[in-house]
């Protein structure tokens, strides 16, 4: 039977801003025992979180065969992605909220719902535009289910080892659920076409929606305050012109003038958000929790991480199929490989953050991952060059699941339990976002190139230079943050 609160258990919050984190000479806290329902309502969270996350990845290695199917040019096949991360990453904060104020798994179910039923469509898609409205309602249902998942979770697990573990095994699932996504992408594609990997999507959902309602308690805010709708329309319409800004930029260039107006359009919203968020009694965004330092430098470092990642896997995928001509199934076994090495440091993660702290991981993660990424310049296009990638995405895949693990830590820890929606949709924002603007940004600069391995080369040595300064910047940021 789900469980009904309107006021869910309230989690520590420390007597100052920020966490206490422990020294490399304090002992590992113990781990936390979990009960038969705790476990429940941890594999049905974790299980969605995984659908999403399978959906991140699936599309990657059939995208070559999905572009030749559905007419789709090279420089197209990015809106397979973005097509899915701009309503996922525009409507985040507003249903993170609408989740705190009226009922965290009934948006949760809703979103649900809403993704089986966009996943069907994307199936039997039968030209680009039914099939991009199928993976834009894919990710609107997204934006429903990655905040008020994550608020359940963080209101469920209260803050501490409980909370470290909970986020731990969900961290690890998300990399598993990307590592199931390539692998099952690739067999799928080579044995039953692109509208498989779209089919799998489906039916993930009809299993996952009817196990929900039976096990996971409502939560919402106690005094139900009224929803901020000026500041919602233009948190939402900033986010999304950005967005698309950045996208359309990757196939007309910054100089067309949709671009221009998009990028006019979202600066001048997002500034109207902060003014309307400053003037509001009851505001979608505290500003003074915008201020932390562990909020503002850990979403600057999930922003980064998922960013620059997402960015490397693209260009990687059509590296390896269209200079080193692996198959679909191949390209798979190889992304398969890097997941089975990320999940193995999701297990791992919570131990290093107990003994370094989040931040200090953050800080290492990211450093790994860029140092990691510059060695891909090293690939060229003789056999050797497979090994290479193989072992050096999967290094720096290890280090961006610690880097995820840790910013999400770092943004959450010390928010009260009202907040939890807010907190984990930014968190979850910051994700969002940067899945959508890095391809735009450097992939852009593979798919155009005259010679895609020199295209490739431009790429990694940006990413790796971004991820290698955001690491010295959070360093630096997160440095100066009191301690409690």
Same mark, same amino acid.
Request: some cysteine; glycine content about 12%; proline content about 5%.
């Given at each position: 039977?789900?469980?009904?609160?309107?006021?869910?258990?309230?989690?520590?919050?420390?007597?100052?801003?920020?966490?206490?984190?422990?020294?490399?000479?304090?002992?590992?806290?113990?781990?936390?025992?979990?009960?038969?329902?705790?476990?429940?309502?941890?594999?049905?969270?974790?299980?969605?979180?995984?659908?999403?996350?399978?959906?991140?990845?699936?599309?990657?290695?059939?995208?070559?065969?999905?572009?030749?199917?559905?007419?789709?040019?090279?420089?197209?096949?990015?809106?397979?992605?973005?097509?899915?991360?701009?309503?996922?990453?525009?409507?985040?904060?507003?249903?993170?909220?609408?989740?705190?104020?009226?009922?965290?798994?009934?948006?949760?179910?809703?979103?649900? %719902? /809403?993704?089986? =039923? $966009?996943?069907?469509?994307?199936?039997? &898609?039968?030209?680009? #535009?039914?099939?991009? +409205? *199928?993976? @834009?309602?894919?990710?609107?249902?997204?934006?429903?289910?990655?905040?008020?998942?994550?608020?359940?979770?963080?209101?469920?697990?209260?803050?501490?080892?409980?909370?470290?573990?909970?986020?731990?095994?969900?961290?690890?699932?998300?990399?598993?659920?990307?590592?199931?996504?390539?692998?099952?992408?690739?067999?799928?594609?080579?044995?039953?076409?692109?509208?498989?990997?779209?089919?799998?999507?489906?039916?993930?959902?009809?299993?996952?929606?009817?196990?929900?309602?039976?096990?996971?308690?409502?939560?919402?805010?106690?005094?139900?305050?009224?929803?901020?709708?000026?500041?919602?329309?233009?948190?939402?319409?900033?986010?999304?012109?950005?967005?698309? %800004? /950045?996208?359309? =930029? $990757?196939?007309?260039?910054?100089?067309? &003038?949709?671009?221009? #107006?998009?990028?006019? +359009? *979202?600066? @001048?919203?997002?500034?109207?958000?902060?003014?309307?968020?400053?003037?509001?009694?009851?505001?979608?965004?505290?500003?003074?929790?915008?201020?932390?330092?562990?909020?503002?430098?850990?979403?600057?470092?999930?922003?980064?991480?998922?960013?620059?990642?997402?960015?490397?896997?693209?260009?990687?995928?059509?590296?390896?199929?269209?200079?080193?001509?692996?198959?679909?199934?191949?390209?798979?076994?190889?992304?398969?490989?890097?997941?089975?090495?990320?999940?193995?440091?999701?297990?791992?993660?919570?131990?290093?953050?107990?003994?370094?702290?989040?931040?200090?991981?953050?800080?290492?993660?990211?450093?790994?991952?860029?140092?990691?990424?510059?060695?891909?310049?090293?690939?060229?296009?003789?056999?050797?060059?497979?090994?290479? &990638?193989?072992?050096?995405?999967?290094?720096?895949?290890?280090?961006?699941?610690?880097?995820?693990?840790?910013?999400?830590?770092?943004?959450?820890?010390?928010?009260?339990?009202?907040?939890?929606?807010?907190?984990?949709?930014?968190?979850?924002?910051?994700?969002?976002?940067?899945?959508?603007?890095?391809?735009?940004?450097?992939?852009?600069?593979?798919?155009?190139?005259?010679?895609?391995?020199?295209?490739?080369?431009?790429?990694?040595?940006?990413?790796?230079?971004?991820?290698?300064?955001?690491?010295?910047?959070?360093?630096?940021?997160?440095?100066?943050?009191?301690?409690?």
């Amino acid at each position: 039977m789900a469980i009904e609160s309107s006021a869910p258990t309230p989690v520590h919050e420390p007597e100052h801003e920020h966490e206490h984190e422990p020294t490399a000479q304090e002992p590992a806290a113990p781990a936390p025992h979990l009960s038969t329902r705790d476990k429940l309502v941890l594999f049905v969270l974790c299980a969605a979180q995984f659908m999403v996350a399978l959906d991140f990845s699936v599309l990657n290695v059939a995208l070559p065969v999905l572009g030749q199917d559905l007419g789709m040019s090279q420089s197209a096949l990015q809106w397979a992605v973005t097509a899915f991360a701009l309503p996922s990453g525009g409507f985040l904060l507003l249903f993170g909220r609408m989740g705190d104020l009226y009922g965290r798994r009934r948006l949760f179910l809703a979103g649900l %719902a /809403l993704f089986g =039923a $966009a996943s069907l469509l994307a199936t039997f &898609a039968w030209d680009p #535009a039914s099939f991009l +409205a *199928g993976r @834009a309602l894919q990710g609107l249902g997204a934006a429903a289910i990655v905040p008020t998942g994550m608020s359940l979770l963080t209101t469920t697990f209260p803050e501490g080892p409980a909370r470290d573990r909970a986020l731990g095994i969900s961290g690890t699932l998300l990399s598993l659920g990307f590592t199931v996504g390539m692998v099952a992408g690739g067999v799928l594609t080579d044995a039953f076409g692109w509208r498989s990997t779209m089919g799998l999507l489906t039916l993930f959902a009809l299993i996952v929606l009817p196990l929900a309602p039976t096990l996971l308690p409502e939560s919402r805010h106690s005094d139900r305050p009224r929803l901020d709708v000026p500041g919602a329309v233009t948190v939402t319409g900033g986010l999304l012109a950005l967005i698309y %800004a /950045l996208s359309t =930029a $990757a196939e007309r260039g910054f100089g067309s &003038a949709d671009v221009i #107006a998009a990028l006019i +359009a *979202g600066v @001048a919203l997002l500034a109207l958000f902060g003014y309307v968020e400053s003037r509001t009694a009851e505001p979608l965004v505290s500003l003074p929790m915008l201020g932390r330092r562990t909020v503002a430098w850990g979403n600057l470092g999930g922003l980064v991480t998922f960013s620059m990642m997402s960015t490397v896997i693209f260009v990687l995928t059509l590296y390896l199929q269209e200079t080193l001509r692996l198959s679909a199934f191949e390209t798979g076994l190889v992304f398969g490989f890097v997941g089975v090495m990320s999940a193995v440091a999701g297990a791992c993660a919570p131990r290093i953050i107990g003994r370094l702290g989040a931040r200090r991981t953050l800080v290492a993660s990211l450093a790994g991952q860029g140092a990691f990424i510059a060695s891909l310049l090293a690939l060229g296009t003789g056999g050797g060059s497979i090994w290479l &990638a193989t072992a050096a995405v999967s290094l720096a895949c290890m280090c961006h699941l610690g880097a995820i693990i840790s910013y999400g830590l770092t943004v959450t820890s010390g928010v009260p339990d009202h907040e939890q929606g807010l907190a984990t949709g930014l968190v979850t924002s910051t994700q969002q976002v940067g899945l959508t603007i890095g391809i735009p940004l450097l992939g852009i600069l593979a798919t155009t190139s005259p010679n895609l391995l020199s295209g490739v080369h431009t790429v990694v040595a940006l990413d790796a230079a971004i991820v290698l300064g955001a690491a010295g910047l959070v360093a630096l940021g997160l440095g100066r943050a009191p301690r409690h």
